[in-house]
């Protein structure tokens, strides 16, 4: 079992920057590829962004390759997502999620992921 709390959102003009971070818990929660998801209203919740559980490989989604950075702190069992030169267009819940199955690799489709947090609202105003 993996526990995932986030933190970081809030409200910031745009051009801004956020840091949102996902604590994990659990014994294993280091074997497990993790991601950032995101959801605005009346849309589906979409991948933003991917780390594997071993290797420096990372994945983005197109709308924030080269302003989002993922990343991990093993030690600290936390994953983060730094968002710069934010847009209206990035407002919505974030969550973070967990892979089903361990030492499995990323993946986008959010029905490979059977872990999530409750989420952290990141407004862009314009």
């Known amino acids: 079992q993996v526990q995932l709390v986030e933190s970081g959102g809030g409200l910031v003009q745009a051009g801004g920057s956020l840091r949102l971070s996902c604590a994990a818990s659990?014994?294993?929660?280091?074997?497990?590829?993790m991601g950032w998801f995101r959801q605005a209203p009346g849309k589906e919740r979409e991948f933003v962004a991917g780390?594997?559980?071993?290797?420096?490989?990372?994945y983005y989604a197109d709308s924030v390759k080269g302003r989002f950075t993922i990343s991990r702190d093993s030690a600290k069992n936390t994953l983060y997502l730094q968002m710069n030169s934010l847009k209206p267009e990035d407002t919505a819940v974030y969550y973070c999620?967990?892979?089903?199955?361990?030492?499995?690799?990323?993946?986008?489709?959010?029905?490979?992921?059977?872990?999530w947090g409750q989420g952290t609202q990141v407004t862009v105003s314009s």
């Open positions: 999620a967990a892979h089903l199955r361990i030492f499995a690799p990323v993946s986008r489709e959010t029905k490979d992921y059977g872990y």
């Open positions: 659990g014994r294993t929660s280091h074997n497990y590829s």
């Open positions: 780390i594997p559980w071993v290797g420096g490989n990372t």
